[in-house]
T-cell receptor, first 113, second 118 residues
């Protein structure tokens, strides 16, 4: 059964810093990995999707990488802004076991003005 | 496109009552699914569907029922509500490129339904 872990659970940094959020997964037979953002009381917004054949994806100030052999993905946020404050979730789709996304518990990010 | 819509946004039920959470998407997605989000537990898959007439169980299906009569709609039914079903429920949809039972495309989520069972 796929398990997804996110470290750290919470992070607070000053505005302007570059930062990295970590996601690890136990089953390397992963079909894709998706990063989401969730604002308080809101739904999930998809940020980036990395297919198993890809190593990274970029969108604006965000860059996500995937290393299946080590079971790790990272989300890099450049030049952080207070508007980036949210909970960031990673989730993977694996072929075995239960279908659908297996989520980590998220990293709660606060960017201090 | 409205994307994925869910109704109601909030609901309070008494133990034993039944209700249906509605989910609709206008993107012609084959794959739809329901998750519940609980503090400390993260999001967990309840049921999913790879197309009209096809549904299957996820990780936590007990106490819930689904059907998929059209591509657009995927309602979630609580048969006899229990306090343990107090949660935030999210519906999601995506294309499904493969003929299998999983999605390999971006999944889009609705705004959620916050349910309290007393």
């Amino acid at each position: 059964k796929q398990e997804v872990t996110q470290i750290p659970a919470a992070l607070s940094v000053p505005e302007g810093e570059n930062l990295v959020l970590n996601c690890s997964f136990t089953d390397s037979a992963i079909y894709n990995l998706q990063w989401f953002r969730q604002d308080p009381g809101k739904g999930l917004t998809s940020l980036l999707l990395i297919q198993s054949s890809q190593r990274e994806q970029t969108s604006g100030r965000l860059n996500a990488s995937l290393d299946k052999s080590s079971g790790r993905s990272t989300l890099y946020i450049a030049a952080s802004q207070p508007g980036d404050s949210a909970t960031y979730l990673c989730a993977g789709v694996s072929g075995g076991g239960a279908d659908g996304l297996t989520f980590g518990k998220g990293t709660h990010l606060i960017i201090q003005p | 496109n409205a994307g994925v819509t869910q109704t109601p946004k909030f609901q309070v039920l008494k133990t034993g009552q039944s209700m249906t959470l509605q989910c609709a998407q206008d993107m012609n997605h084959e794959y739809m699914s329901w998750y519940r989000q609980d503090p400390g537990m993260g999001l967990r898959l309840i049921h999913y569907s790879v197309g009209a007439g096809i549904t299957d169980q996820g990780e936590v299906p007990n106490g819930y029922n689904v059907s998929r009569s059209t591509t657009e709609d995927f309602p979630l039914r609580l048969l006899s509500a229990a306090p343990s079903q107090t949660s935030v429920y999210f519906c999601a949809s995506s294309y499904s490129r493969l003929a299998g039972t999983y999605s390999t495309d971006t999944q889009y989520f609705g705004p959620g339904t916050r349910l309290t069972v007393l």
